[in-house]
């Protein structure tokens, strides 16, 4: 069973910046299609960046110019560079793989989640 577990989320302040990371453990599998996902208080989950093997990447319009997604040389780590952060990224961030496929199925595969915090 494939696990994911995310880490580098905290408390900044609106303009700061953060590096979430997530690292797969478990036995060796294959993901064309790798994902950030976040969850506010009272909103329902968002894909806010998702990145192919291919190094193609996709942004929610909300992040587009301030977050990166990227892999890790190891290609079992996923990070999300997070750059201007503002008030309304306060979120819980769960990173997510389609596990076995590419990202036209369902990402089966999720971690924890890492609480965000930004105040103003």
């Known amino acids: 069973q494939v696990q994911l577990r995310e880490s580098g989320g905290g408390s900044v302040q609106a303009g700061g910046s953060l590096r979430l990371s997530c690292v797969a453990s478990g036995y060796t599998y294959s993901s064309y299609c790798k994902a950030w996902f976040r969850q506010a208080p009272g909103k329902e989950r968002e894909e806010v960046a998702r990145?192919?093997?291919?190094?193609?990447?996709t942004y929610a319009d909300s992040v587009k110019g301030r977050f990166i997604i990227s892999l890790g040389n190891a290609k079992n780590t996923l990070y999300l560079q997070m750059n201007n952060l503002q008030p309304e990224d306060t979120a819980v961030y769960y990173c997510?793989?389609?596990?076995?496929?590419?990202?036209?199925?369902?990402?089966?595969?999720w971690g924890q989640g890492t609480q965000v915090t930004v105040s103003s």
């Open positions: 990145i192919e093997t291919d190094g193609d990447t």
């Open positions: 997510a793989a389609v596990v076995g496929g590419y990202c036209d199925r369902p990402f089966n595969s």
